[in-house]
């Protein structure tokens, strides 16, 4: 297995480019209507890349992840495709100086620039502003910069997304696709009942539940919600309750937190890594999530909370991405505690009084089931096919047929 936990495939990435296209006419599509799409950085960890190509196939695409920057180099001149870039502040993983983040950036934009001049089409979705521990913020802000000239496409999430970034890098209008956020409708499981999710957790049927999951880490804001508890607890009459679940973060931090739970009732810590199946007892158990970060452009654990009916405490700028729920996402002004405390209320107040049997609001779940990954995938792929106006696009490379058959296929 690669550092991603994926399997190391024994094909070069041209062999893999032919394959791809044989499944894809095995599946009836012809040549000038398949495309190859390849992504990277290819995440395990997250289903999100999982769920974006999901009805790749029905579309006439084959999607494969890129195994390295450089396999591109080696397709031939006829092998033209779509490079979908997704955390690009990857490149900097393991460095420790900002000399080496910078002259990281600078070979990560000539390679991309190289694979754009060959005549592959450059896709890039946008997760976050920056990357949310960003160190080197000088050398990202440079490589996004740069990637947002060379990018054919730019994916958002957020509908206000140009405006949000716009004071470290600029995007032009003329190269975005809005595709929202898939929901996990389908994809994590789903089948404990709210009473036996808290008996499980600990937590008695007139707790007043607030989640705060995933990562334990600072710039989750954990800290500053803990804050927002105590004052909870004056509303709800000692009722409420925090549950804290995600995977363990660095030491120092994971002391701090174990030093400022110690002794408390009203929280609950699960520092663990939570599997697909385990999530649903977190979700189901709660009343509101809580996502209490300073900056956040697209949330999973907000998308997570509305695929199982749950209200969600968001920061203002991810608020857009939820304009079109009727009821369940409360806003607040990043570390305002007046001001996270009225959201916390008002989205108690939804669940309170609004929610059903198992604990999910109807209205939340419905829009969460609405953007389902098949749904969402559809419009991403038929989105690129439209994207240049020309029907079936120029995606796909024409030489393919040739490379295919040379190949013996």
Request: net charge negative.
């Given at each position: 297995m690669n550092h991603n936990g994926l399997m190391e495939d024994p094909r070069n990435f041209s062999e893999v480019c032919i394959d791809a296209m044989s499944a894809l006419v095995s599946h009836g599509h012809s040549f000038d209507n398949a495309r190859l799409l390849a992504y990277y950085p290819a995440i395990r960890q997250n289903p999100f890349q999982k769920m974006l190509y999901a009805s790749a196939f029905e579309n006439g695409f084959a999607v494969t992840p890129l195994p390295s920057l450089d396999a591109v180099d080696a397709l031939s001149d006829r092998m033209q495709i779509t490079l979908h870039y997704h955390w690009i502040h990857d490149v900097f993983k393991r460095l420790g100086k900002a000399r080496e983040a910078k002259k990281a950036a600078k070979g990560f934009i000539e390679q991309v620039h190289r694979q754009r001049e060959a005549g592959h089409k450059i896709l890039w979705t946008i997760h976050n502003v920056l990357s949310h521990s960003a160190t080197f913020i000088d050398e990202e802000v440079f490589l996004r910069q740069e990637m947002a000239k060379l990018s054919d496409m730019i994916h958002i999430m957020n509908p206000e997304t140009p405006k949000l970034v716009k004071g470290h890098y600029e995007l032009s209008s003329d190269k975005i696709i809005h595709i929202p956020h898939p929901s996990y409708t389908n994809v994590y499981g789903d089948y404990i009942s709210r009473a036996q999710a808290r008996l499980e957790l600990g937590l008695n049927e007139d707790n007043v539940a607030f989640l705060c999951f995933g990562s334990l880490v600072p710039y989750k804001g954990t800290r500053f919600f803990i804050q927002v508890l105590d004052r909870l607890q004056e509303r709800f009459e000692g009722r409420a309750r925090l549950i804290i679940a995600?995977?363990?973060?660095?030491?120092?931090?994971?002391?701090?937190?174990?030093?400022?739970?110690?002794?408390?009732?009203?929280?609950?810590?699960?520092?663990?890594?939570?599997?697909?199946?385990?999530?649903?007892?977190?979700?189901?158990?709660?009343?509101?999530?809580?996502?209490?970060?300073?900056?956040?452009?697209?949330?999973?654990?907000?998308?997570?909370?509305?695929?199982?009916?749950?209200?969600?405490i968001v920061p203002e700028m991810l608020l857009p991405s939820f304009n079109t729920l009727p009821i369940g996402a409360t806003s607040f002004t990043p570390n305002d505690l007046e001001s996270c405390v009225h959201a916390a209320n008002e989205a108690a107040n939804i669940a309170l009084g609004k929610a059903d049997a198992d604990g999910g609001v109807p209205d939340i779940t419905a829009w969460a089931a609405a953007r389902d990954s098949l749904t969402v995938s559809k419009d991403f792929f038929r989105a690129l096919r439209a994207f240049r106006g020309e029907g079936t696009g120029d995606i796909a490379p024409n030489g393919f047929q040739a490379d295919f058959a040379g190949a013996g296929a």
């Open positions: 995600g995977s363990k973060g660095k030491a120092d931090f994971m002391e701090e937190l174990y030093r400022i739970i110690s002794g408390r009732s009203d929280i609950i810590l699960y520092a663990d890594h939570v599997d697909d199946q385990a999530l649903q007892v977190f979700f189901r158990a709660t009343d509101v999530v809580a996502c209490p970060y300073p900056v956040s452009l697209n949330s999973g654990v907000a998308m997570t909370a509305a695929t199982f009916g749950k209200p969600m």
